[in-house]
């Protein structure tokens, strides 16, 4: 067990919807991160959000966005889901930020039907 | 640019070793080594810095040359267990973000 908590697990939902992912980092993280990963694209990086402000952003839809709280747990929303949205969703959190090691959660399966 | 690893694929039997590697493109300011299981979450395995600075589990060894921005891992006396999808990682130098490579899937047969 990472530490990390994404919840929920699974998640099913319809094309043009919009979902809520939430992650609780390790309890001293200030860092969290959003990957994701899907068949055929690997694990590619999201969002940073470090003690509350956004860090570092990847090639993230403008569909999608994301914040941390002041209690450091994060959230990632995706709205106009479309078929290729579906993929799993992992959620990281580090000590500090660059050169720390990241731990991951187990993760968030999205399937959009 | 994404780190490029190789193999893609490696299949060993109990005992034997490995070595996957991965190239950049671009200076590493760190290198970070992850084994994913199908459907699970990555697990760190290492974490080089620039410097020689290094991180990681006792039963893992890695190497990080910063001339040739290239990073190799080394599976020793390999168990079923290590069979996964081994990724690196391309640390910034001033963020956390990660940029992965394309993954080598290893499998480790009785």
């Known amino acids: 067990d990472s530490g990390v908590t994404q919840t929920p697990k699974h998640l099913i939902t319809a094309t043009g919807q919009r979902v809520t992912l939430r992650c609780s980092p390790r309890?001293?993280?200030?860092?969290v991160y959003w990957y994701q990963q899907s068949l055929d694209q690997g694990l590619q990086f999201l969002i940073q959000?470090?003690?509350?402000?956004?860090?570092a952003k990847g090639n993230i839809l403008e569909r999608f966005s994301a914040q941390q709280f002041p209690d450091l747990h994060s959230e990632l929303n995706l709205s106009s889901l479309e078929l290729g949205d579906s993929a799993l969703y992992f959620c990281?959190?580090?000590?500090?930020?660059?050169?720390?090691?990241?731990?991951f959660g187990a993760g968030t399966r999205l399937s959009v039907l | 640019q994404q780190p490029v690893q190789s193999p893609q694929a490696v299949i060993l039997r109990e005992g034997e070793d490995a070595v996957i590697n991965c190239s950049s493109s671009?200076?590493?300011?760190?290198v970070h080594w992850y084994r994913q299981k199908h459907g699970e979450a990555p697990v760190f395995l290492m974490i080089?810095?620039?410097?020689?600075e290094q991180k990681g589990h006792e039963k893992i060894s890695a190497s990080f040359n910063e001339k040739k921005q290239q990073s190799s891992l080394y599976l020793t006396a390999s168990q079923l267990s290590y069979s996964g999808t081994y990724f690196c990682?391309?640390?910034?130098?001033?963020?956390?973000?990660?940029?992965f490579g394309q993954g080598t899937t290893l499998q480790v047969k009785p």
């Open positions: 990281a959190s580090s000590v500090g930020t660059r050169g720390n090691i990241q731990y």
């Open positions: 309890s001293g993280d200030l860092s």
């Open positions: 959000y470090y003690n509350g402000e956004e860090r």
């Open positions: 671009k200076a590493l300011y760190s």
């Open positions: 080089l810095l620039k410097g020689g």
């Open positions: 990682g391309s640390g910034s130098s001033n963020t956390g973000k990660l940029i």
